[in-house]
């Protein structure tokens, strides 16, 4: 144990870049991810289309895969992008697309007849969609989403595999080192078990106090 | 030419690295997959078992292979393990880590879709003279797979995406071969377009025989 204890702070630095690396394509896929989900909510079948498409080529190939070609791709067409916007931009288009499935299946999971009651009382469409659908899809959106922010933490580890410097890849370098890989990489889980976990609960009490509010 | 294009006639000529490291993906996938959907059963039992020897390590198991990463997983199998005295070829230590990390989410899907099921199917069953295993196998578990059928598809997909990361162990799939024959030419964008078509291909593959099956099922119950 005492290899680990002189090498935590090391992870510690690494830990923090995770979690940097996880808030930054968070607050990024957040954004394409909703916007993607509303999208699909559109009448017009153009929009609903592109978020189809994306979904699929997103959800069909491995994060790996996507990092790699972005990674090799990005010389091609000459531009020099720092990796950790590199690496941040393609994990927020990965969880991006979960996070429209989320939003989509939240506005389904707000039956049809609030729609049809709020627009016979005269409402437009818009109106009807924000005042009464979505506020009530944010009840079923939270859940899923805080599960889905989970997943994020954990992939941000397969930015490693490209020499990105985060948990994992300072994990690997301690082993390196040391050569005690059993107690370091206990020890790398253990930091992102607690990570996650917090996360999990963070979400469930905030789960609960939307439920108070209605 | 300065100009970049697809170079066909490259991937053409190179199929058979591409074809090699299928396979070895596609046999990563059939065993995750299979240990996957059996362990989970087993943990499943665990935890919706009453005792406490049971009900205890299935959480403590679900909840720890659920919050951490794959990958820190399968190093833990292969380098970890290996100082322990227990050397694990890099299929296997792959095999075990993503056949462990899905059985726990399998587990909680089984769970979700027999407790969905719930105490009154159950219970009519055996008002009509069931026995209780007889009534579990014959109504809850079939009613409760026509609704797992989905999200059980969606793990199997997440397990063929996730088979990529063992070529960070050394196995030689499709990533692995795909990176290996990228860094000895110059085609390194066809090379991994190629690979995403080859996993694309794979996943809705998947995807749809479970959509045909879960149609299939929906028609019998």
């Not at chain 1, 979904?55 to 972005?70: D, K, N």
């Not at chain 1, 393609?90 to 991006?96: E, K, M, S």
């Not at chain 1, 979505?134 to 580890?157: D, E, N």
């Not at chain 1, 990489?185 to 976990?197: E, H, K, N």
Request: charged share 15%; glycine share 10%.
């Amino acid at each position: 144990m005492e290899t680990l204890g002189t090498n935590l702070p090391y992870l510690l630095r690494g830990a923090k870049v995770t979690v940097l690396l996880f808030a930054a394509s968070l607050a990024l896929g957040t954004v394409v991810g909703v916007g993607a989900g509303l999208l699909s909510a559109a009448r017009h079948p153009v929009p609903r289309g592109i978020v189809t498409v994306y979904v699929f080529l997103t959800r069909g190939i491995p994060l790996l895969v996507h990092l790699f070609l972005v990674y090799y791709l990005l010389p091609v067409i000459g531009l020099d992008l720092d990796p950790y916007v590199g690496a941040t931009i393609v994990l927020a288009l990965y969880i991006g697309a979960f996070i429209s499935e989320v939003t989509r299946g939240a506005i389904g999971s707000v039956s049809r007849g609030q729609l049809d009651a709020a627009l016979s009382l005269g409402m437009t469409r818009g109106r009807a969609m924000r005042k009464i659908v979505l506020r009530q899809a944010v009840r079923y959106f939270l859940p899923p989403y805080i599960g889905t922010a989970v997943m994020l933490v954990k992939l941000t580890s397969v930015v490693s595999v490209i020499n990105i410097w985060e948990l994992t890849l300072a994990g690997r370098e301690v082993v390196e080192r040391t050569l005690a890989p059993f107690q370091i990489f206990a020890g790398v889980a253990l930091i992102y078990f607690a990570i996650c976990y917090g996360l999990s609960l963070l979400g469930r009490a905030m789960e609960r106090r939307i439920e108070f509010g209605h | 030419m300065g100009g970049y294009f697809f170079d066909f006639g490259f991937i053409y000529r190179n199929l058979p690295i591409f074809w090699s490291g299928l396979g070895v993906t596609l046999e990563v996938s059939v065993l995750a997959m299979a240990g996957a959907v059996v362990g989970g059963l087993v943990i499943a039992f665990g935890r919706m078992s009453r005792r406490v020897w049971l009900f205890a390590p299935a959480t403590a198991y679900v909840e720890f292979l659920r919050n951490t990463p794959v990958l820190i997983q399968m190093f833990g199998l292969y380098f970890g393990l290996a100082v322990l005295g227990f050397r694990l070829s890099p299929i296997t230590a792959g095999v075990l880590a993503l056949a462990g990390q899905n059985a726990a989410y399998l587990a909680e899907i089984y769970r979700a879709g027999i407790e969905s099921v719930g105490r009154r199917q159950l219970e009519a069953a055996l008002a009509l003279g069931m026995r209780r295993w007889r009534a579990m196998r014959l109504v809850v578990v079939p009613i409760a797979v026509t609704r797992l059928v989905a999200p059980i598809g969606n793990q199997l997909v997440v397990i063929i995406k996730d088979t990529s990361l063992v070529s960070s162990i050394s196995v030689y799939e499709l990533t692995m071969e795909g990176k290996r024959l990228a860094e000895r030419s110059a085609a390194t964008y066809e090379v991994f377009a190629t690979i995403a078509v080859f996993y694309l291909v794979l996943t809705s593959a998947v995807s749809l025989a479970l959509r045909f099956y879960e149609r299939r099922v929906q028609l019998i119950f």
